[in-house]
């Protein structure tokens, strides 16, 4: 994940969790002492059939879903983990019907939580149940235009859904953003969702490169063209520019995000480029299995969501510090530079983008070591 806001403004955090330093703590890549975020799929129940989703949900009940006492056993073992955020996704997490239980309990713990939404079940008595619970972020998904998101989400309302559901946070105080999926059929819109934006006065919005994972290999011929890529990163580097750090904007999945802005900020402001590269370096580009790792509905754990192929092993038989400390795939993740094939291996950016996405490259080639399909630098720049 990138920050676009922050790296283009003097400040960054100064305890912030993606730009720590990375030799600090061999394990996560984060701050010394501090275990990974956690993205976890509570559920694989979902009221939508969104076509990019990474985990495959449908309406139904995953196999074995995780109980109530078991996930308040795992929250304790991500606790003594030193774990900082977990981000409850699905699925749809709303679903649960013990959702409330589950969001206090972490609370309780002292562990930060977001929540990724598509918003449907969020009204207004939600909103202020989830702000008294103390939620940090809620993300709710809008992939476009009224019609674009209604096809792309396969449920008729959906774009109504998102707008009720995002008043009904902001009524109640409750942070609110929108998380938007870069496709073929709906790049062009990005310029108009961040006027949707601006007319509802959002402070956040995370563009996520459509990663072909779960149900999003039925869609991979939607992965942006290099082309294609550049123009919305450069509609997205100049919105970032303009609101000046008063509201947030990332990209998430794709680190080559971060050596195109440094090279295009250098034409414009040395000094300013300087400051970005040295952020960048501290990030450390992609950390999946290293800042961030993936669990499911029924305790299995992932490098992160969309590397379903990658099984590092499962919650009902070993401990999280079990499986996060000694499982030798983790290592290979860990020291990937050297195992990094083709363009990858010999790029000049390795250091701040770290080999960009495995999934991506393990599903388009077949192969977890060669390039990132969806880099998109030119060989000069690399």
């Given at each position: 994940m990138l920050d676009i806001t922050k790296l283009l403004s003097a400040y960054v955090e100064k305890d912030s969790i993606r730009y720590a330093d990375t030799c600090s703590n061999t394990y996560t890549g984060t701050n010394k002492g501090a275990g990974p975020v956690v993205a976890w799929n509570i559920t694989k129940r979902c009221n939508y059939s969104c076509k990019h989703c990474y985990s495959g949900s449908n309406n139904q009940k995953g196999e074995n879903e995780l109980s109530l006492d078991e996930i308040k056993n795992i929250v304790?073992?991500?606790?003594?983990?030193?774990?900082?955020v977990i981000l409850l996704s699905g699925g749809e997490p709303m679903i649960r019907e013990d959702i409330f239980s589950i969001i206090e309990y972490i609370r309780n713990k002292k562990i930060h939580v977001s929540l990724s939404t598509n918003g449907s079940l969020i009204d207004s008595k939600t909103a202020f149940s989830l702000k008294k619970l103390g939620i940090g972020y809620v993300g709710i998904s809008m992939d476009g235009k009224k019609d674009t998101n209604d096809l792309f989400r396969g449920t008729k309302g959906a774009f109504e859904n998102s707008i009720k559901a995002i008043e009904n946070c902001k009524r109640a105080g409750q942070k609110v953003g929108l998380r938007f999926t870069l496709q073929k059929s709906n790049y062009k819109e990005v310029e108009d969702i961040l006027r949707i934006m601006?007319?509802?006065?959002?402070?956040?919005?995370?563009?996520?490169?459509?990663?072909?994972?779960?149900?999003?290999?039925?869609?991979?011929?939607?992965?942006?063209?290099?082309?294609?890529?550049?123009?919305?990163?450069?509609?997205?580097?100049?919105?970032a520019k303009k609101v000046k750090g008063k509201r947030e904007v990332l990209t998430v999945a794709n680190h080559a995000d971060g050596p195109y802005i440094y090279l295009k900020t250098k034409k414009e402001d040395p000094h300013q480029a300087q400051n970005i590269y040295n952020n960048l370096l501290k990030n450390g580009g992609n950390r999946s299995g290293m800042a961030i790792c993936n669990m499911d509905w029924q305790g299995n754990i992932y490098p992160d969501q969309f590397s379903k192929y990658l099984l590092l092993g499962n919650l009902r038989e070993n401990t999280f510090k079990e499986i996060w400390m000694k499982n030798p795939l983790l290592d290979d993740l860990r020291n990937r530079k050297e195992k990094l094939k083709g363009r990858c291996r010999s790029c000049r950016w390795l250091s701040i983008c770290?080999?960009?996405?495995?999934?991506?490259?393990y599903t388009i080639h077949k192969e977890l070591w060669a390039d990132d399909p969806a880099c998109y630098l030119e060989d000069i720049d690399i």
């Open positions: 304790d073992q991500l606790k003594e983990a030193n774990t900082p601006e007319y509802m006065d959002i402070q956040r919005i995370c563009f996520y490169h459509l990663v072909p994972s779960g149900r999003g290999k039925e869609i991979k011929d939607q992965i942006l063209s290099h082309k294609q890529t550049k123009e919305v990163v450069d509609i997205i580097y100049e919105y770290n080999g960009n996405l495995r999934a991506r490259a």
